[in-house]
Structures are given as structure tokens and as C-alpha cells.
């Protein structure tokens, strides 16, 4: 399967878990879309982030009100995608239809808000909209670029020159201990952990582009900050913790972050999630 249509697989993957869940991302300096985001978006698409600070107030919103869930279309839907992008999130195009990757993006913002996440774009979202709270800071003293990953509301926040610049919606590790044998550097071994992603302060290290293929699993696009733990796309990003210990990235958003985030740069992991 290529890449382009993973994206895609992405998106319709993260639709059904909207389904299945019940009931997030980004994007201010323009940053070209790749042709593997285009294919995904299904059209030329440039994604930009726009800047957003506690300190600065956003612009005015009115909200059109309307209730939407997924599949919906319309100027209401763009309405959405349009206001999510200008407050840091990423819906992916803004295509005036309510996917899978709005609805990451509207995951991510209704954490934030401190709304339960869910498929549904009610008054209280639209309310929400209208008057957004900024992302908690996770780390005051910290360098004014780095990542802060907020396991407690299962978010990451992306700060460029002290302004967040990308939210997103993420699956960190599920705490649930492991044992699985997988074909590994020739010959077949188990591998066992508590699945768990540590707490404390670290650094982006190396990456790879495209599917990176480990010992328990393949990542997108991956960017490692501890050991082999790494912020990384996923074709499956639940709103619960899920994975190895890895923090899974909605594919869209793994596809711009690698050109977004450099080497050596201050990740910050805080919080606990309880279920």
C-alpha cells in the first residue's frame, strides 16, 4: 500500500474510531504540503499554522450554530476547519467536509476546552469556538522552542519563539504491560515492557522519513526524543492510550511535524492518564 493511501486509510480510520468512541492539531508561517499530504487530502492543499499565545487574543468568531457530525459538509464544516487552523489545531484541508482529520483537530481542541471529546459539533464546541481557552503550560521556564506532551489530557503542543504554533490530538502508552515475539535483526524474539511513556524532560534525537520499521511495530515519520520512544504517525489514534510507549501523532499531522521540529529540541512529558 503506498504512503498516499495510508493517509487516506488514516483518515477513514480515525472516522470509525469516532464512531466506535463515541466521541485533535494545526497549523503561522506557511508550510508546503507534501505530495504524500495532497494525495491524503485528495487535492493540492497548502498547510499553514497559525500562531496563537495565551497573550494574544484571537479574532473575533461567530459561530453558525449548526449541529454537525462526521460526514457533514457545508460552509459550516469550513467555518470549523477554518477557525480550528487559525487557533493552532490542524484539520487538514480546509475542504468544507468533516473527516477524519477535522475531527482529530476537533479532539484536540475540545480536550483543551475541557469538553469530552466526541463527534458531535454542538453549542458548547461552537461556544468554545467563540471564546477558546489557550493549551495549559505545561513548562513556564521552558526554552521558547520546544514540545510539551500533556499525557493527562493526551494533547502536545508544538512552541515556536514562545507562541504555539500546532496542537494535536495523541494516544501515548497505554500502561498496560506487554509480551510479544516478533521477527527481529534475523531470527525471533520477545520483547516485554510496561508500555508506559515516561515522564521528564528530554531532547529530539534521530528520525527517519516515511515507515520505520521497529521491533514492535512501523511508525510514521518518526522523531525519537527518548531512547526509542518517539512522536510518531499512526494509522490508528484512539482516545485512549494505545501504544508501546510511543506518542502517536494523527498521520496528517506527522507528515508536516518533521519539518516543523528539529534536532535537539526540548521535549517535555507531564501528567498521568486515568481511565
Known sequence: MGVGTRLAAAAAMTATAVLLAGG??????PVP???????AAGAAVTFQVASASPALAPTPFTAPGRRLKLGAKGAAVKALQTR?????????????????????????????????PTSTIS???????ENPKAPKVLVPSGKPDRVEVNLTKQIAVLYDEGLVKLITHISSGSGIPYCETAVWQGREQR????????????????????????YLGQLYNPI???????????????LYPASHGCVRLPMHVAEILPGMLGTGVPVHVRGKFRR
Open 33 to 39: 504540503a507534501t505530495a504524500t499530504a495532497r494525495a
Open 224 to 238: 525519537f526524543f527518548n531512547g526509542g520512544i518517539a512522536l510518531h504517525g499512526a494509522l490508528s489514534v484512539p
Open 191 to 214: 520483547f516485554c515492557g510496561d508500555a508506559r511513556t515516561p515522564t521528564g524532560n528530554f531532547k529530539t534525537t534521530w528520525r527517519r522519513p516515511g515507515w520505520h520499521k521497529s
Open 84 to 116: 480550528l487552523r487559525e487557533l493552532g489545531y490542524v484539520p487538514g484541508k480546509i475542504d468544507a467536509k468533516y473527516g477524519g482529520t477535522t475531527q482529530s483537530a476537533v479532539w484536540a481542541f475540545q480536550k483543551v476546552q475541557g469538553i469530552t
Open 123 to 129: 453549542s458548547r464546541t461552537w461556544n468554545a469556538l
Open 24 to 29: 485533535t492539531a494545526a497549523s503561522a508561517a
